[in-house]
């Protein structure tokens, strides 16, 4: 097993060995085009992004900066929007569902180095996998650390590293983050805290009671 086999089996391997570097090399002069890129060229920054990314769904927009290491290990589904100073580290694949909105300065971090000096010094490092579900939404300066999973329809408070894995429909927040409380039904009639909306059409038509109307 090669160092890049390691590295896509979540071991340890070291990054400078058998093609990684240049690999890594690429993803940047595809980053560095897409960064540069005019604001309206948002078919050529499609394009790229297309060719950067190992999958990626109808509706993917993100805001430059963005930087990743690899690029090929990141997979995005149908309507997903990171808003500016995205950072992926995607030594270990990371899977982004349908519908998930990340605010700004949000870091996905997959990579890591041993906590002991001896074997840390070799050169070895690691990455493990990170999934975030369907219909998330990420709080700006968010950390993700390594191999943590993020369920469906989770909101992650701004500030917070989440260092473990974190249940379908809550609220998390903190460091490290913690599940605050269950999102219900009642949430969809507010737009931020207590504060109701004036309009009906933030909700479908099978869920409006028109009686009220």
Same mark, same amino acid.
């Given at each position: 097993?090669?160092?890049?086999?390691?590295?896509?089996?979540?071991?340890?391997?070291?990054?400078?060995?058998?093609?990684?570097c240049?690999?890594?090399?690429?993803?940047?002069?595809?980053?560095?085009?897409?960064?540069?890129?005019?604001?309206?060229? #948002?078919?050529?920054?499609?394009?790229?992004? #297309?060719?950067?990314?190992?999958?990626?769904?109808?509706?993917?927009?993100?805001?430059?900066?963005?930087?990743?290491d690899?690029?090929?290990n990141?997979?995005?589904?149908?309507?997903?929007?990171?808003?500016?100073?995205?950072?992926?580290?995607?030594?270990?694949?990371?899977?982004?569902?349908d519908?998930?909105?990340?605010?700004?300065?949000?870091?996905?971090?997959?990579?890591?180095?041993?906590?002991?000096?001896?074997p840390r010094?070799?050169?070895?490092?690691?990455?493990?996998?990170?999934?975030? +579900?369907?219909n998330?939404?990420? +709080?700006?300066?968010?950390?993700?650390?390594?191999?943590?999973?993020?369920?469906?329809?989770?909101?992650?408070?701004? +500030?917070?590293?989440?260092?473990?894995?974190?249940?379908?429909?809550?609220?998390?927040? +903190?460091?490290?983050?913690?599940?605050? #409380?269950?999102?219900?039904?009642?949430?969809?009639?507010?737009?931020?805290?207590?504060?109701?909306?004036?309009i009906?059409?933030?909700?479908?038509?099978?869920?409006?009671?028109?009686?009220?109307?």
């Amino acid at each position: 097993m090669d160092m890049k086999q390691r590295m896509h089996a979540n071991l340890p391997y070291k990054a400078w060995l058998d093609g990684l570097c240049e690999e890594r090399a690429e993803c940047k002069r595809k980053i560095y085009e897409f960064n540069n890129c005019h604001p309206d060229d #948002r078919e050529k920054m499609d394009k790229i992004l #297309r060719s950067l990314l190992g999958k990626a769904g109808e509706g993917v927009h993100i805001e430059q900066p963005f930087r990743c290491d690899y690029g090929s290990n990141i997979e995005v589904g149908d309507n997903f929007f990171a808003n500016y100073n995205l950072v992926i580290l995607d030594v270990g694949k990371v899977k982004i569902g349908d519908n998930v909105f990340l605010a700004p300065n949000v870091a996905i971090y997959t990579a890591g180095h041993p906590v002991h000096y001896i074997p840390r010094n070799t050169g070895y490092e690691y990455g493990i996998d990170i999934t975030i +579900g369907n219909n998330v939404w990420i +709080g700006g300066n968010v950390v993700l650390t390594p191999g943590v999973k993020i369920g469906n329809g989770v909101v992650i408070g701004a +500030g917070s590293v989440v260092t473990k894995d974190i249940p379908d429909n809550c609220i998390a927040a +903190g460091n490290p983050a913690k599940v605050i #409380r269950e999102i219900t039904d009642e949430d969809k009639h507010y737009y931020f805290k207590k504060r109701p909306f004036d309009i009906n059409d933030y909700l479908t038509d099978d869920e409006i009671d028109w009686s009220n109307i």
